[in-house]
C-alpha cells in the first residue's frame, strides 16, 4: 500500500492522507516525548536540589542545556536527513535521548547530569524533532498547519499526563529508577522513526551527485548544502529568522514567571498554579483551532501568523496590567487568551517556512530557524529574571516579553510581498526537473478563492479513492 | 530547717542522675535541671471561659513556676459557691478540690505548678462542679510537618532525612537522631558510632546522612528537638530497594520497543515483497498513483530512485 506513495511526494506536495495520518500519530508519540517529557522535568528539580545539595539555579541549567543542545543540533539532523535516510537519523536520535536518560540514573554528580541529559539527551531530541517535523510538513500540503496543530498539542496533553506519572515514578523509585524508566519510555521514539519508511522526503540531491572524491572542499560544500547554509543570505528567510528570534525571546518568558508573578500578587499558590493550567489548556486548543481555521484558506498564513503573534505580545503585557487591579478573574482571563494566541502561533511558526523556502530545502531551514531562535531563547528567561531583580515586580519583564514579541511582529511585515493577497512563488531551487511549476500552481490553487477550493476538494477527494484500494 | 535538708538531698538526689552514663534506652536524654525549684521563672496563663469548655495550648521551652488560672462566668444556675477540681491527665491533683464562691459574678480557680521535666508536660484541667472545664495543654514545640511519604534510596547508595522546626517555633538547643528496633525500642546515632552516620545540625534543620545503604537499614528514624523542658520527636522511613526493581519495568518497556521495531520492519519488508512482484505486473497501479499528486514530472521519480544510499 505505501510503497508506490513516495513517487507522488517527490514533487514536496503531500497526497495529504492515508499513511500520513500514521507519521502524524509518529510525530504526535515523539513530539510528546521529546517536549513534553522536557517540560515535565521540573518534577526531578525538587529530588535533585535535595540529592546533590545544589541551588535550584544549578539544577535548572540541566533542563536549559536540554533544550539549548535540542536546538544547537536541529541544523545537524536536518543535514543528515539530507544526507542519509531520515528514518534512521530518528531512530538513532531516538537512542540517543533514551541512553542519556539511562546514563543520567547513574549519575553521581552535577556535572554527569548536565552531560547525560543535557547533551547527549539533547543531541537525540535535536536529530528528532526536525526531521519528524519535516517529514509529516512534506506529506501534508492542504492540512499541513491542521496536521502541525495536532501533532503539537501533544506537548500540553502529554505533560498533564507526565506530571503526576513522574511523580509516581519518583515516589516509587527515586529519581534514579524514574530516570531508567524514562530512558526506557523515550525509547518508543525508535519505532516512531521506523514508521517513517524508507526515504519519505523529497529531497533533490541532483545538485551533489557531481561531487565525488573525499576532498576537504567538497565535503565542506556538501556539508553546507545538507545544512543549507546558502539560505542565509537569503532576504526573506533572513527576515522571517529574525522574526521569529524576536518572538522567541520573549514567548517563553510568561511560563517561566506567570505563577511567580500570580503569587508575589498575592494569590495562593494552588490559584497560581491553576491560572498556569488553565493556560496550558487553552494552548492545547489554540494549537488545533488555529491549525484547522489556518487551512481552510480564507488567509495567507504570513497574515494569521502575524495577528496571533501581536495579540499574544498584547496580551503578555497586559498580564501585569490586569493583576494590579488584583482581580482573580481578570488574570485568569487575560491568560486564557494568551494561552489560546501562544498555541495558534506555534502551528504557524513552521508551517510558514516552506511557504518560504519551498518545500525541498524546509528540512534545513528548520533546522537552522531553531539554531537562531534558541540563542534568543536562551536571552530570555535571563533578561526577565534580571528586570525583575532591578524593578522588585514582573511587570517590567512582561512589558518587554510583550514588546520583543510585537517587535518580531513588525520584522515580519517587512517581508517582501507581504501585503499581497497571494503568497509569493517559492524561490527557484537548483534541480534540473523544475518542480516550482508545480509548487506554484498548486499554492496558486490554495490561496484563490473558497468556490476553486471546492473543485480542488472534488480533484482531492477521486483521487484518493484509487489511494484505497492500496491500504 | 527541714526544708534546706531537702533541699540539700534533692541536689544531691539531681547529681547522681545527672552523672549517670548517657547512653539511655528512654527518649530525651534532656538534662536535669540544676536550679532549685524556688528559684524557678514564673509564668502565668489565664483563661476566661463563657461557654462550657475550652482547650488552651501552651508552648513551654524551659523549667517554670506556671501559674494556671480559670475564670468561669458562670451559667443560668448562679450558685453561690460551686466545687472547684484540678486534674492532671484525667487524675485529679491531690489536695486541689476546692469550694469556689461567686466573686464579681464570677469563679476563680488558681493554682501554681512546677513544670520541671517531661512528666509535668501534659494535659492540665480546672473543673467547675461537673459544669464546665478548661484544659491546658502544655507541650514543648511540636515538630509540624510530618512527611507521611517513606525517603526511598538504593543499596549502596546514601539518603538523606530531614526535621525541621518551623519558624513561627522557637528553636531547639539541639537535635538527637534514634532508630527504631523492634517494638518500641530506640537507640541514639551518635556521630562518632559508625563512618555510615553523618548528623548535621543547623537550628532550625537536622540532617541524618546514612552512607553505604543496606537493607536492613530500612525502617523509622525519630528526630528529636531538644529542649530544656522535654524533646519533641517526629519520625521518617526509610525504605532500602535494591536496583533490580526499576529494572523490571524498564526491561519490559524496551522488549516491547525491540518487537515493535521489527513488526514495523518485517512488515514492511514483506510488503516490499508483495509489491515488487506486484509491480512487474500491474502498471496500472502506477498510473493512478500518477494522478493522484496535483502535478508529477515523471523524471524526479527516477532522481528517487539515483538517491538510494
Known amino acids: 500500500m505505501t510503497k508506490l506513495r513516495p513517487k507522488a511526494e517527490s514533487q514536496g506536495e503531500g497526497p495529504d492522507g492515508g499513511y500520513g495520518w500514521v507519521l502524524v500519530g509518529a510525530l504526535f508519540v515523539s513530539t510528546s516525548l521529546v517536549f513534553g517529557l522536557m517540560r515535565s522535568l521540573g518534577i526531578f528539580f525538587v529530588e535533585f536540589v535535595q540529592y546533590f545539595d545544589e541551588s535550584a539555579q544549578a539544577i535548572s541549567w540541566i533542563s536549559s542545556t536540554g533544550l539549548a543542545a535540542q536546538q544547537f543540533f536541529s541544523p545537524l539532523g536536518a543535514a543528515l536527513c539530507n544526507a542519509y535516510d531520515t528514518r534512521w537519523v530518528v531512530m538513532t536520535g531516538g537512542c540517543l535521548a533514551a541512553l542519556g536518560l539511562i546514563l543520567a540514573s547513574q549519575a553521581t554528580c552535577l556535572v554527569h547530569l548536565y552531560l547525560t541529559m543535557g547533551v547527549i539527551s539533547g543531541l537525540g531530541w535535536g536529530l528528532v524533532f526536525t526531521p519528524m517535523v519535516a517529514t509529516v510538513m512534506a506529506n501534508f500540503t492542504r492540512r499541513r498547519t491542521l496536521v502541525l496543530g495536532l501533532a503539537f498539542s501533544s506537548i500540553g496533553l502529554s505533560s498533564f499526563a507526565f506530571n503526576p506519572l ?60 545538507y545544512l543549507e547554509l546558502p539560505l542565509l543570505f537569503e532576504r526573506p528567510y533572513i527576515t522571517y529568522t529574525l522574526a521569529i528570534s524576536l518572538l522567541n525571546v520573549g514567548y517563553f518568558v510568561p511560563y517561566f514567571h506567570l505563577v511567580a508573578h500570580s503569587r508575589q500578587v498575592g494569590f495562593s499558590e494552588y490559584q497560581a498554579a491553576f491560572v498556569m493550567s488553565a493556560a496550558g489548556a487553552t494552548d492545547i486548543l489554540g494549537r488545533i483551532a488555529s491549525g484547522w481555521f ?73 533546522g537552522l530557524l531553531q539554531l537562531i531562535e534558541s540563542g534568543a531563547g536562551l536571552l530570555g528567561a535571563p533578561l526577565s529574571g534580571l528586570l525583575k531583580d532591578i524593578t522588585g515586580d514582573y511587570t517590567a519583564s512582561f512589558m518587554v516579553a510583550g514588546g520583543f514579541v510585537v517587535l518580531g511582529t513588525l520584522t515580519m511585515v517587512t517581508l517582501p510581498h507581504y501585503f499581497s493577497r497571494k503568497d509569493p512563488p517559492p524561490p527557484k531551487s537548483l534541480s534540473p526537473e523544475d518542480p516550482d511549476k508545480g509548487l506554484h500552481a498548486e499554492l496558486e490553487q490554495m490561496h484563490s478563492s473558497p468556490s476553486d477550493m471546492n473543485d480542488l476538494t472534488g480533484e482531492v477527494t477521486n483521487n484518493r479513492l484509487p489511494e484505497d484500494t492500496y491500504s | 530547717m527541714s526544708a534546706s535538708w531537702k533541699q540539700l538531698s534533692l541536689q544531691i538526689l539531681l547529681l547522681l542522675v545527672s552523672c549517670r552514663h548517657i547512653n539511655t534506652k528512654t527518649p530525651g536524654p534532656t538534662p536535669p535541671p540544676l536550679i532549685p525549684i524556688d528559684q524557678l521563672p514564673t509564668d502565668v496563663r489565664s483563661v476566661t471561659l463563657k461557654g462550657e469548655s475550652h482547650t488552651e495550648k501552651v508552648e513551654l521551652l524551659n523549667p517554670v513556676n506556671l501559674t494556671l488560672e480559670c475564670t468561669w462566668t458562670g451559667n443560668q444556675d448562679k450558685l453561690a459557691n460551686i466545687t472547684g477540681l484540678w486534674r492532671k491527665d484525667g487524675e485529679e ?86 532508630k527504631a528496633n523492634g517494638t518500641d525500642m530506640e537507640q541514639i546515632i551518635a556521630a562518632e558510632e559508625t563512618l555510615r552516620y553523618e548528623i548535621k545540625n543547623e537550628g532550625r534543620n537536622t540532617k541524618l546522612v546514612v552512607s553505604s545503604l543496606v537493607e536492613t537499614d530500612r525502617g523509622l528514624y525519630f528526630c528529636g528537638a531538644v529542649y530544656a523542658i522535654s524533646t519533641s520527636m517526629s519520625h521518617v522511613e526509610l525504605k532500602v530497594i535494591s536496583f533490580l526493581e526499576p529494572l523490571k519495568p524498564f526491561v519490559a518497556i524496551v522488549i516491547a520497543v525491540i518487537v515493535l521495531v521489527a513488526i514495523i520492519l518485517l512488515y514492511e519488508k514483506s510488503q516490499s515483497k508483495k509489491n515488487s512482484t506486484a509491480a512487474e505486473n500491474g502498471t496500472t497501479d502506477q498510473t493512478n498513483t500518477q494522478t493522484q499528486g496535483e502535478s508529477n514530472a515523471p523524471g524526479e521519480s527516477s532522481s528517487m530512485r539515483q538517491r538510494k544510499v
Not at chain 1, 494568551?338 to 534545513?364: D, K, N, Q
Open chain 1, 166 to 225: 513522574f511523580q509516581l515514578l519518583v515516589e516509587l523509585y527515586t529519581w534514579r529508577g524514574a530516570l531508567l524508566i524514562l530512558g526506557g519510555l523515550s525509547l518508543n521514539i525508535v519505532p516512531c522513526g521506523a514508521l517513517i519508511g524508507p526515504q519519505r522526503r523529497s529531497k533533490a540531491p541532483a545538485k551533489v551527485v557531481s561531487e565525488s572524491g573525499v576532498s576537504c572542499a567538497s565535503f565542506l560544500q556538501r556539508a553546507s548544502s
Open chain 1, 294 to 366: 489556518s487551512d481552510l484558506g480564507h488567509f495567507r498564513l504570513i497574515h494569521l501568523l502575524s495577528v496571533w503573534t501581536t495579540l499574544a505580545g498584547v496580551f503578555i503585557m497586559l498580564l501585569p496590567v490586569s493583576s494590579l487591579s488584583g482581580s482573580y478573574a481578570a488574570l485568569m482571563v487575560i491568560s486564557l487568551l494568551y494561552g489560546f494566541c501562544s498555541g495558534a502561533l506555534t502551528s504557524l511558526v513552521f508551517a510558514v517556512v516552506p511557504m518560504i523556502v519551498g518545500v525541498e530545502r524546509m528540512m534545513g531551514a528548520l
Open chain 2, 93 to 178: 491533683v491531690k489536695n486541689s478540690n476546692q469550694t469556689v464562691p461567686m466573686e464579681n459574678d464570677q469563679y476563680n480557680l488558681k493554682r501554681v505548678f512546677s513544670i520541671v521535666n517531661e512528666e509535668d508536660l501534659g494535659n492540665y484541667t480546672c473543673e467547675f462542679g461537673s459544669k464546665a472545664k478548661i484544659d491546658f495543654v502544655l507541650a514543648a514545640p511540636q515538630i509540624g510537618n510530618v512527611r507521611d511519604k517513606p525517603i526511598v534510596s538504593y543499596v549502596g547508595d546514601f539518603a538523606v532525612m530531614t526535621c525541621k522546626m518551623e519558624e513561627t517555633k522557637p528553636e531547639p538547643s539541639t537535635w538527637y537522631w534514634y
